[in-house]
């Protein structure tokens, strides 16, 4: 990639080497498990480096490695490899920096999943700390001897908080620690941690990247130096390797992302505002608005906004939370976001109020996906089903 590369170029033709494929203006998919050799010498070449050679599914394939330097130029980063979710990235991006006895510290909010990982990994002797706070002196009062990695999203899960990254970044450096971040939320587009100094940056393209709602997978972007080592070890040998045809949909999904990603913030702003003024919802999450007490830090390293966001309910019971949900018609209760489609969803079950709010969420929060459908449709609805309480 040039200096000049715009993400539009990147993502309509950046990798595509139309000579190469017979002047397709579509890369063809590569569905095959193994690629033959003419002789036993090149056989054995292509063994020697398998990150530069096509040998086995599991390793390289040349519809996946479009989208990998699609995704790596896009991040501002110099390698990329697709995983077959966001849970084997993220899993694959952790391991590759500890081992037993390590510490590993998680800013504020984060996925679900990533959570439970780190409980996981506990048996393998390596430790995990969350702290809630994102205010940089709470964080590296946590920081210990065997702290080798922090974890953070920026926005952050549910609470779409950020994290000053240039200081998180300062903060690590002078420690030797790594530093791995989700970037799903702002994608490439509205955010680039490694321009920050950030290690690995972790997306799970089934959201904004794909943009479809018909695939899962998982990206991790970092220099050639950490990718190195990960390709044979934890790509490999964990074998959560993204399939040739998830790929080429995520090729397509990516064509249109910088299109995309402006009508879902123009969306997305419009219904913030409208939520932050409705009578019925106390507080609205979402680094876009100027009432967020992030918003200027999201000035200095967002480019734009999404259309993930969450509101809080002033009457925050779980009956509220269920009347609400069940009263949206554009808006689809699913799990997810960051396709076409509105989405809503609520981290209150009705019967998991006390953890809810030990993990610092409001019960009456609600996280809604703004998609690509008429936004005064979807600001009627929200409407409509905001006089249910």
């Known amino acids: 990639m040039t200096k000049q590369s715009s993400n539009e170029h990147i993502v309509t033709h950046l990798g595509d080497e139309y000579d190469r494929f017979h002047g397709a203006v579509v890369p063809p ?14 056989l054995a070449a292509a063994m020697k480096d398998e990150q530069s050679s096509y040998l086995y599914w599991r390793g390289t394939n040349p519809t996946v490695e479009i989208v990998e330097k699609k995704l790596a130029a896009l991040e501002k980063g110099e ?8 849970m084997a990235a993220i899993s694959s991006a952790i391991l590759t920096f500890l081992q037993s006895g390590d510490h590993v510290l998680s800013i504020s909010n984060i996925y679900g999943p990533t ?12 430790s995990h700390t969350n702290t809630l706070n994102t205010d940089l002196e709470a964080i590296e009062s946590l920081i210990r001897p065997n702290t080798k990695v922090i974890y953070l999203e920026s926005p952050t899960t549910m ?48 959201k904004y990247l ?20 990960l390709f044979y ?43 932050e003024k409705n009578p019925a919802v106390k507080r609205v999450n979402y680094p876009g608005l100027e009432s967020s007490p992030d918003y200027r830090l999201g000035k200095e390293q967002l480019k ?51 953890q809810l709010v030990k993990g610092g969420l409001d019960p009456g929060l609600i996280r ?13 609805d929200l409407e409509a089903a905001l006089k249910s309480v």
């Open 115 to 126: 959570t439970k990982f780190f409980t996981y990994i506990e048996k393998f002797g390596i």
């Open 210 to 229: 794909g943009g479809h709602s018909d695939l899962v997978g998982g990206a991790l972007i970092t220099s050639k130096e950490i990718m190195d080592h």
């Open 159 to 206: 609470s779409f908080k950020l994290v000053d990254l240039k200081a998180i970044v300062a903060l690590a450096k002078q420690r030797g620690i790594k530093t791995i971040i989700d970037n799903t939320w702002a994608t490439p587009i509205f955010q680039n941690p490694i321009t920050y100094g950030i290690d690995i940056v972790v997306h799970s393209v089934s």
């Open 29 to 42: 998919i590569y569905q095959n498990s193994l690629f033959v050799f003419e002789n036993f010498e090149q």
């Open 368 to 380: 809604i996906s703004v998609g690509l459908e008429n936004v005064d449709e979807l600001l009627e």
């Open 79 to 86: 390698r990329c490899k697709l995983f077959a979710s966001g």
């Open 304 to 354: 734009g906004y999404t259309g993930l966001m969450s509101f809080e309910l002033k009457n925050n019971t779980y009956e509220s939370v269920r009347k609400v949900v069940n009263s949206l018609n554009h808006f689809q209760i699913g799990v997810s976001w960051g396709g076409f489609e509105s989405l809503v969803i609520s981290p209150n079950y009705g019967y998991n109020v006390e």
């Open 233 to 275: 070890h934890e790509y490999q040998l964990f074998g959560g390797v993204m399939p040739p045809y998830e790929a080429w949909l995520l090729m397509r999904g990516l064509r249109t992302l910088p299109i995309r990603m402006k009508a879902h913030q123009e969306s997305g702003l419009k219904i913030a505002s409208f939520l």
